[in-house]
């Protein structure tokens, strides 16, 4: 039970909050922080301090409005600080994380009356590499002409004037303590492809053996959150540090309190972190590349002794694997029939998926001489990266001098990451399924590559319930999940399926604040046309459009399909085109950035967006005032995880339509109608062209799942 002082300890913290900033409390926020407090306040310990009890999990839906930030961290950070734990606040948006660190928390310690220190995590990835910038700057050919034989792996020195200047202007901010090294910091937005010659990743990173190692942005960071008691994250770099056995980076999770905010995002991010793919052709090149630069530098530098005996076996085994990448690429084109099918965003990519995630024999043999080629492979670099270690340590008798060890050591980690990548892949391709459990979905994708084409292999887990399980819910002090949408069809069942949610998990719903029937109308016109007849309806969706959000000064049209919103913009009259902003000519925030300028100039401005507008977006007030979704946003058919999904759940007897497809488009459909009431102020219209939700079976429940708008339903 929670003790009686941690209790007072949270409302007495709650209670300054709310009458330091002139607030009523709201009910939705008390509901949730009581059922924080109650779900992990009292957690059963050993003598270490460790869980002793079964995992203790809870998962909060709190509809927009609600305050969830200040509801778990109020009742979180005197949780976590009276177990002797830290608190791990993830988000899924670099939005989100920046508001927690730059609004909430300071807004939280100075009106609270709680005591504690934070500091934003983020990966290796967002911060400078000196040695790389040193590097960069150095004259004419820069340091080596080893980093020349490697310029594919990234190592490319050319710099042109811009970059020089660039470059320039940020060893000044950093010796006058103006910069301190993080990408989000400097001034101006830096080009992807600046930025990825200045950063480094932990392959190619030599840590403390680094001339820089003292004045290392990443380390000097990493060293800070050594010291605070609140950490704000993203999912990604939870996973990652989940994924290399916990406490690598981030706290060990036995002494960890983590929330995931945004949480409906955490199953879909734990797939792609353990799904794998590589491309054949581009592959086969790069291992050309290897033979033909690791023959010059043996060349140039021959290598003494148990160095040079294993530098010299790469080139041979190289032209081996580059051989059998070309069988298996030949092998790929023979069997498969490319299908053009779009994703969620509209994008075409021709797949051919393995039925059951059953790779044929032939294809499975070649993939696992693959598998053996790149074990050994990568067990020659990791050979190689270590002995390169001892010469920087001055260790052994490598034979090589420390300051060659440490030109070199990048160039063969960038190598090994690499064929650890491509052996990973082979790996998960040729694994006979367990048969109790879901398979990997296993699918090839035509790609281009240049002027040619190229085949990518693609292995990934369908579900994310095992691997959340095994790496987090059991091994964690103790966890919430929230979010907007975490329920389908008023149930937890779907997201207790894909997050692997332990049975005891504590599961709650607290309400909006909002008052959905003043404050919005849901209607469902009968355009009379079938959304499965594609040209009926979008037909139908030209025809109606202009009527139907005459009035409104800022609207959002959301589309399940590219296809269907480049047809209906072509359809629209040519003067009425002109009021719309479509996604995919301009960034996703410049396209908002149009839109809001062109609302407060007084002008009528509509939005047309796929999927990513229909989450996150934020348009209160007059920005949006009328939401007109096409469809029930079912997903697109032909994703190969999703397929593989469907196909696994029927061959287990189940309905994988009513099971997967309804209460995930329930989902979707309860995200799209979050676009419109962002305040409490807010008021508006939902629009929504698809009769099914009144003409099937299943209509019924996805129309009782949205929030209770007033209705019209011709």
Known sequence: MLSSELKSSIQGAYSRFLEAKGLKPRYGQRLMIAEVAKGLGAIETDEEGRRSGEPAVVAVEAGTGTGKTVAYSLAAI?????????????????????????????????????????????GRGRYLCLSKLDLLMQEGQAQSATAQLFEEEGFRIDVDESSLKLF????????????????????????????????????????????????????????????????????????????????????????????????????????????HFTRLRSTADWLAQIDKNLTKLLAQHPLPGELGRLVEQVPELARELRSQQQFMFGACEQLADFKAGEDMEGRERPRHRFVGGIVPEHLRELGIELKKGFS???????????????????????????????????????????AQGNWDLWTAFTLEDPQESAPMARWLTLAESGALFDIEVNASPILAAETLRRNLWNVAYGALVTSATLTALSSFDRFRMRAGLPRQAVTAVVPSPFHYAEAGLLQVPDLKADPRDAAAHTAAIVRELPKLVEGARGTLVLFSSRRQMQDVFDGLERDWRKRVLIQGNLSKQETLNKHKARVDDGEPSVLFGLASFAEGVDLPGAYCEHVVIAKIPFAVPDDPVEAALAEWIEARGGNPFMEIAVPDASLRLIQACGRLLRTEQDRGTITLLDRRVVTQRYGKAILNALPPFRRQID
């Open 168 to 275: 320039g202007s940020m060893i000044e901010r950093l010796a006058g303590n103006r910069w301190d090294g993080d990408r989000d910091a400097w001034p101006t937005a830096i080009e992807d492809a600046d930025w990825s010659r200045l950063t480094t990743d932990h392959s190619q990173c030599t840590g403390r053996h680094c001339p820089n190692f003292q004045q290392c942005s990443f380390y000097k960071a990493r060293e800070g959150m050594t010291k605070v008691d609140v950490i704000v994250t993203n999912h990604d770099m939870v996973l990652a540090d989940l994924a290399l056995g916990g406490g690598a980076v981030l706290p060990d999770p036995r002494d960890t309190l983590y929330v995931f905010d945004e949480g409906h995002h955490l199953p879909d991010k734990a797939i792609g972190h353990f799904a």
């Open 78 to 122: 005197p949780i976590a600080k009276a177990a002797g734990k830290r608190l791990v606040i993830a988000t899924a948006t670099v939005a989100l994380q920046e508001q927690i660190v730059n609004k909430d928390l300071p807004d939280l310690m100075r009106n609270s009356g709680l005591s504690f220190s934070f500091a934003l995590a983020k």
């Open 376 to 418: 050994r492979l990568t067990d020659l670099f990791t050979r190689l990266t270590e002995m390169l270690k001892q010469a920087m340590d001055g260790e052994g008798s490598v034979g090589v001098a420390s300051h060659q060890a440490e030109e070199w050591y990048p160039l063969f980690g960038s190598l090994q990451m690499r």
